[in-house]
């Protein structure tokens, strides 16, 4: 949802399909930003709330935003434990 395929996708801003492209990944964002403010007062809970759900709207956000992707990796390579984690998690969900 990125970038589109091969450089030809449609310009966000030409023709219906573009628009609309547009609005989906407006609401994307701002139900991400949802729930990242939802997740924030659900981390001191006893019940482990707070950190799926945020991890669950950094997933959203990184497949909407560019910035926001970049900013993700750029910290995943900084900290190679975490990639680690985060590669097996999807390891497991992508076994063939």
């Not at 399909?17 to 729930?35: E, H, T």
């Given at each position: 949802?990125?970038?589109?395929?091969?450089?030809?996708?449609?310009?966000?801003?030409?023709?219906?399909?573009?628009?609309?492209?547009?609005?989906?990944?407006?609401?994307?964002?701002?139900?991400?930003?949802?729930l990242i403010a939802i997740a924030i007062p659900?981390?001191?809970?006893?019940?482990?709330?707070?950190?799926?759900?945020?991890?669950?709207?950094?997933?959203?956000?990184?497949?909407?935003?560019?910035?926001?992707?970049?900013?993700?990796?750029?910290?995943?390579?900084?900290?190679?434990?975490?990639?680690?984690?985060?590669k097996h998690i999807f390891d497991r969900f992508h076994?063939?």
């Amino acid at each position: 949802m990125n970038e589109p395929a091969n450089g030809r996708g449609p310009n966000p801003m030409n023709g219906m399909n573009g628009m609309v492209q547009v609005i989906i990944r407006s609401i994307a964002v701002v139900l991400a930003l949802f729930l990242i403010a939802i997740a924030i007062p659900l981390f001191s809970l006893p019940i482990p709330l707070g950190l799926p759900l945020f991890i669950i709207a950094m997933i959203l956000l990184a497949a909407t935003s560019k910035r926001a992707h970049r900013f993700i990796t750029g910290w995943l390579q900084r900290h190679p434990g975490v990639w680690e984690r985060v590669k097996h998690i999807f390891d497991r969900f992508h076994r063939d």
